[in-house]
């Protein structure tokens, strides 16, 4: 009987799941173990807590016994906050069967966020190679997990880029599981020139572009002979390749410039005719006309001149006689 309790102890004490890997919790449960009034409701209460976490192993267990740090932070909030209500409320009626229902709860929230994390959020890339970080429920301790695809464990498409001559063109390789590869992965853009599809490509026919930890690169005043395959692929430090995708750029021509034909004027007819005769009679004409004008001009304010000095004239006249009468009467 006692070899039959022994495997049965070890087993309850190290039956850690996802959710008692956080010291937050194991540290509320034993602080509520410890409040218990006697040393026969303590004993029964971390009877109740062992058994639960036998319940939530096992739950774990059936769904990969793995969880990552963001799901096991937003189930162990969950279950803190109801552990907190549970605390707070004043039991209505017996607190072992209360503490069962509270511990229920949590294999419950346990139960939730692993069915929401291990078929979508545990290896959302549909193609390349994915290794990420997750905590083992029963260790507790962190491990890579390796997620492949379930198609080439590499390419992840070949996609077709239209550009203009001088445009531009924006290769963009991201994807959003990116983020959860280990290390510090960086991206390596490589082209093979020529038109892209008339050759099948070798790794010596690619040339090394950039390499930069930026997932996307803008080509700017393309030329025609810029076009050809553009490859983009995530590696890390090793050379582990993790993802692969291909741009097949195609530049344009710029259409030709219409140039505008010049107009030719018909050509002069032969003989004595000069363009400039008609001008040079107008501007006789003109200068005949304005030769007469000022002499008409002149003769007459010749005229008026002579007519103004002829009255001053005789009227000084008149006056210098005026005067010598007035003398002659007065002497």
Known sequence: ??????????????????????RTISNMHDDFILSAPTINEQI????????????????????KGIIDPTTLYRAKTEYQSEFDRFLKTKPTGSLTFETIQIMEKGRKIL????????????????CGLLNRRVMDCVSCKYKMYICPSLSDPLDCGVYPVQAEEGGQAVLN?????????????????????????????TEKDFMALVVTHDSSVVLNQLHLDEQGTYRCSLQDQNGTVFYRVTFLI????????????????????????????????????????VTALSL??????????????NQQ????????KKDEKYTEGTV
């Open 111 to 126: 139960e939730k966020h692993l069915d929401a994390f291990i078929p979508d959020g545990l290896c959302p890339n549909k």
């Open 250 to 289: 195609t530049v344009a021509p710029l259409p030709l410039q219409t140039h505008q034909a010049f107009v030719t004027l018909p050509s002069l007819p032969h003989g004595d005719y000069s363009p400039l005769q008609p001008t040079e009679n107008l501007l006789l004409a003109v200068i005949a006309m």
């Open 1 to 22: 009987m006692l070899l039959i309790l022994v495997p049965l102890i070890y087993c309850i004490l190290t039956a850690k799941a996802c959710l008692q890997c956080d």
């Open 173 to 201: 390789c991201f994807l959003p599981w990116h983020g959860l590869l280990l290390g510090k992965p960086e991206y390596y853009y490589s082209w093979a020139p020529g038109e892209p599809g008339t050759k099948k490509l």
């Open 44 to 63: 029964e209460l971390q009877k109740i807590c062992d058994y639960a976490y036998v319940t939530y192993r096992d739950t774990s267990q059936n769904r």
């Open 313 to 320: 004239r005789a009227a000084e006249g008149s006056r210098s």
């Open 296 to 309: 008409a001009a002149s003769v007459g304010l010749t005229i008026v001149l002579g007519m103004i000095m």
